[in-house]
C-alpha cells in the first residue's frame, strides 16, 4: 500500500460526532451568554437614581428586565450557588441539576425522543423544574435555598427599581419584553 505511514484526515465516525457535539455545544453557550450585557454597563454608578414615582417604579423594572435578564439570572444562580457553599450534598446535585438543564434543555438542536416519540420542549421543562425542586428540596437545605432565592428576587428588583433607564438602547424584541413603547437613547 502507498498509504503507508500517512496521517488520515478524518477522526473517527463517534470521535468524530463527540467532537461536533461539543463544538455545537460551546457555539449554544456563546449565543446564550450573547443576550447578556456588559457587567460595566449593568454596574454602572452614574445611571443610579431613586425613581420619582411608583409608575416610573414600575417601568424600570420591566424595563431593566427586558434588558438586564441575563444578567439577572447568572446573579440570581451565583446567590444561590454561594448559599450552598455550606450544603455540599446540595451543591452536588445542584451542578449536576445544572449539566442536566444543559444538556437536555438548553444545548439540544432536535427534539428529545423518548421510546420513538417526540417530546415537547413544554413538557421537558415542566419535568426538569419538578426534578429540580424535589431533587433540592430532599437535600435537608430548603430554607437555604428559599433564603437565598429571596435575597436575589430582592437584590434584582432593587438593581432594576434604581438602575435609570435613559442611557439604555433597546431592541424590538427587548422593547416587546419589556412592555414600553418607547425607544430609549444610548449615551
Given at each position: 500500500?502507498t498509504?503507508?505511514?500517512?496521517?488520515?484526515?478524518?477522526?473517527?465516525?463517534?470521535?468524530?460526532?463527540?467532537?461536533?457535539?461539543?463544538s455545537?455545544?460551546?457555539?449554544?453557550?456563546?449565543?446564550?451568554?450573547?443576550?447578556?450585557?456588559?457587567?460595566?454597563?449593568?454596574?454602572?454608578?452614574?445611571?443610579?437614581?431613586?425613581?420619582?414615582?411608583?409608575n416610573?417604579?414600575?417601568?424600570?423594572?420591566?424595563?431593566?428586565?427586558?434588558?438586564?435578564?441575563?444578567?439577572y439570572?447568572?446573579?440570581?444562580?451565583?446567590?444561590?450557588?454561594?448559599?450552598?457553599l455550606?450544603?455540599?450534598?446540595?451543591?452536588?446535585?445542584f451542578?449536576?441539576?445544572?449539566?442536566?438543564?444543559?444538556?437536555?434543555?438548553?444545548?439540544?438542536?432536535?427534539?428529545?425522543?423518548?421510546?420513538?416519540?417526540?417530546?415537547?420542549?413544554w413538557?421537558?421543562?415542566?419535568?426538569?423544574?419538578?426534578?429540580?425542586?424535589?431533587?433540592?428540596?430532599?437535600?435537608?437545605a430548603?430554607?437555604?435555598?428559599?433564603?437565598?432565592?429571596?435575597?436575589?428576587?430582592?437584590?434584582?428588583?432593587?438593581?432594576?427599581?434604581?438602575?435609570?433607564?435613559?442611557?439604555?438602547?433597546?431592541d424590538?424584541?427587548?422593547?416587546?419584553?419589556?412592555?414600553?413603547?418607547?425607544?430609549?437613547?444610548?449615551?
Open positions: 500500500m498509504n503507508y505511514g500517512t496521517i488520515p484526515t478524518s477522526s473517527s465516525p463517534a470521535g468524530g460526532q463527540n467532537l461536533e457535539y461539543i455545537r455545544a460551546k457555539q449554544r453557550i456563546k449565543e446564550g451568554l450573547d443576550d447578556r450585557r456588559p457587567w460595566k454597563e449593568f454596574f454602572d454608578y452614574h445611571s443610579i437614581r431613586i425613581p420619582s414615582n411608583v416610573d417604579a414600575i417601568g424600570r423594572i420591566k424595563t431593566n428586565i427586558a434588558y438586564f435578564r441575563m444578567n439570572a447568572i446573579t440570581v444562580l451565583v446567590i444561590l450557588f454561594l448559599s450552598l455550606w450544603h455540599p450534598i446540595s451543591l452536588i446535585v451542578t449536576v441539576l445544572m449539566a442536566v438543564w444543559m444538556f437536555l434543555y438548553f444545548l439540544r438542536d432536535e427534539p428529545l425522543a423518548l421510546f420513538n416519540r417526540t417530546i415537547d420542549d413538557w421537558v421543562l415542566v419535568a426538569l423544574s419538578i426534578v429540580t425542586i424535589v431533587l433540592l428540596l430532599l437535600t435537608n430548603t430554607s437555604n435555598i428559599l433564603i437565598s432565592l429571596a435575597i436575589g428576587f430582592v437584590v434584582v428588583v432593587v438593581h432594576a427599581v434604581v438602575r435609570n433607564t435613559e442611557n439604555l438602547f433597546l424590538d424584541d427587548d422593547e416587546q419584553g419589556a412592555g414600553t413603547a418607547h425607544f430609549l437613547t444610548r449615551k
